[in-house]
């Protein structure tokens, strides 16, 4: 399968409807402006994965500087792959460009979170490189606006 992975920035307008519209519903969806705002902070990191025709996944990542060392970390917020393109390499892919721009912008450790169903989520994982803790968590949410997203 062919596929083109891109970092998007905050004048792919275009791009960023189309995630929208295939990826980003709920209740109250982003907006354009929204992203591009969040895009112009150089430390947000979206990237989609797109045929010619579409776009069939993306990741989103966030930098921000280490109070233990002179890095930055960073953490891997979503990823996603619809379903009828997954086992073509395009979550590698994904991790592989983020990863390698995040070594460029001098940050040293990228973690995540996933459920503990999430098998294959935790293969891709594993298949790039990273290393599962030993430790169980839970989550927990502060709902402080009472919305998806806003501007």
């Not at 992975?5 to 709920?26: E, Y």
């Not at 390698?100 to 994982?125: R, Y």
Request: glycine fraction near 4%.
């Amino acid at each position: 399968m062919k596929f083109q992975v891109l970092r998007l920035t905050n004048t792919d307008t275009s791009l960023i409807q189309r995630l929208i519209d295939d990826f980003l519903t709920c209740e109250e969806s982003p907006t354009i402006n929204h992203l591009a705002n969040a895009l112009q902070d150089d430390r947000t990191y979206l990237y989609v994965a797109k045929t010619d025709e579409q776009i069939v996944a993306y990741c989103l990542g966030y930098k921000f500087p280490s109070i233990y060392s002179a890095h930055y970390l960073a953490y891997l917020y979503d990823i996603e792959v619809l379903q009828e393109f997954r086992k073509n390499g395009i979550g590698k892919a994904l991790i592989s460009e983020l990863k390698e721009q995040l070594t460029k912008d001098n940050v040293n450790e990228l973690w995540l979170g996933t459920s503990t169903d999430n098998i294959s989520g935790q293969a891709l994982f594993s298949k790039t490189g990273a290393e599962k803790s030993n430790e169980t968590f839970n989550d927990y949410t502060y709902e402080l606006s009472g919305s998806c997203a806003t501007d």
